[in-house]
């Protein structure tokens, strides 16, 4: 993981690895949307790409979790 990404909290690396692990975060949609908040507007990208970049990966989160349960109900019949 990138320096920018990794600051030292009580003797502990705290990054987005531990952060996920700290709050049981599986999802990589999701995962992928706080790292991209987590540093928005502080690379080489500008605030509103990070944030348009974070917005998409939860819209496709979504989008997985609809096709998810219309796969569940087209199995139940």
Known sequence: MRKHYSFWY???KLDPY????????AAPEQQHAIKKLLRAGKSVKGL????QES??????????LN???L???NDDL
């Open 67 to 69: 096709e998810d349960k």
């Open 18 to 25: 531990r952060i996920f692990r700290i709050y049981g975060i």
């Open 10 to 12: 009580k003797g502990l």
């Open 55 to 64: 917005i998409d990966s939860l819209n496709r989160w979504l989008e997985i």
């Open 71 to 73: 796969e569940k109900n």
């Open 48 to 51: 509103e790409v990070d944030i």
